[in-house]
């Protein structure tokens, strides 16, 4: 079983800051995926990564893959109250996605 | 769209009963699955299916059946229910399995069981 490890478990921080969650592993995926979840919904995709040292932006929100694709990190700029939720990775495997336990972000006005 | 749809949203269940969790997609997805997700342990797979026929068992598939007779519809069904089977459960559809390349997963707004 593939397993990815999520840091921090839990962040709060006030609005304006800058932030970075990471997903860590010490399996190779073929891509890795990073969702979010709001309270009593299911998690939403943002973004898929697949290249070794890829970056996507998202508005304010930038994704890394890790050259050796075991590891990513999503950083917030100026974070807001509505990126308020629970950030999952997730690593494209052999019987679907493995998921990450996922960080828990609040961002206080 | 309506995208992928879970009945019930809540169900309490006493240690024993059976019950089925539905889940519909109209998205002519190929690949359906159902994951559990617990505080602090995250969402896990539980069975998963790339067709109409095929299903295949996850990372905790024990206490659970699945059958997949159409592409649109991929029940779950508890058995015996116990009360380490209270979760929140979540369908999710893609268009094909994420094997590489990172197929999205479209998830439902889940089915929050209770065991007593």
């Known amino acids: 079983t593939q397993l990815l490890e999520q840091s921090p478990q839990f962040l709060s921080i006030q609005e304006g800051e800058n932030l970075t969650v990471y997903c860590n592993s010490s399996?190779?995926?073929?891509?890795l995926q990073w969702y979010r979840q709001e309270p009593g919904e299911g998690p939403v995709l943002l973004v898929t990564?697949?290249?070794?040292?890829e970056v996507k932006k998202l508005k304010r929100l930038t994704f890394q893959f890790g050259d050796a694709r075991k590891d990513s990190s999503l950083h917030i700029t100026a974070a807001q109250p509505g990126d308020t939720g629970l950030y999952l990775c997730?690593?494209?495997?052999?019987?679907?996605?493995?998921f990450g336990k996922g960080t828990h972000l609040i961002i206080q006005p | 769209n309506a995208g992928v749809t879970q009945t019930p949203k809540f169900q309490v269940l006493k240690t024993g009963q059976s019950m089925t969790l539905q889940c519909a997609q109209d998205?002519?997805?190929?690949?359906m699955s159902w994951y559990r997700q617990d505080p602090g342990m995250g969402l896990r797979l539980i069975h998963y299916?790339?067709?109409?026929?095929?299903?295949d068992q996850g990372e905790v598939p024990n206490g659970y059946n699945v059958s997949r007779s159409t592409t649109e519809d991929f029940p779950l069904r508890l058995l015996s229910a116990a009360p380490s089977q209270t979760s929140v459960y979540f369908c999710?559809?893609?268009?094909?399995?994420?094997?590489?390349?990172?197929?999205?997963?479209?998830f439902g707004e889940g089915s929050r069981l209770t065991v007593l």
């Open positions: 997730a690593g494209g495997g052999a019987d679907g996605l493995t």
């Open positions: 299916s790339v067709g109409a026929g095929i299903t």
């Open positions: 399996s190779v995926f073929s891509s």
């Open positions: 990564v697949v290249t070794g040292g």
């Open positions: 998205m002519n997805h190929e690949y």
């Open positions: 999710a559809s893609s268009l094909v399995l994420a094997r590489s390349g990172g197929g999205e997963l479209f």
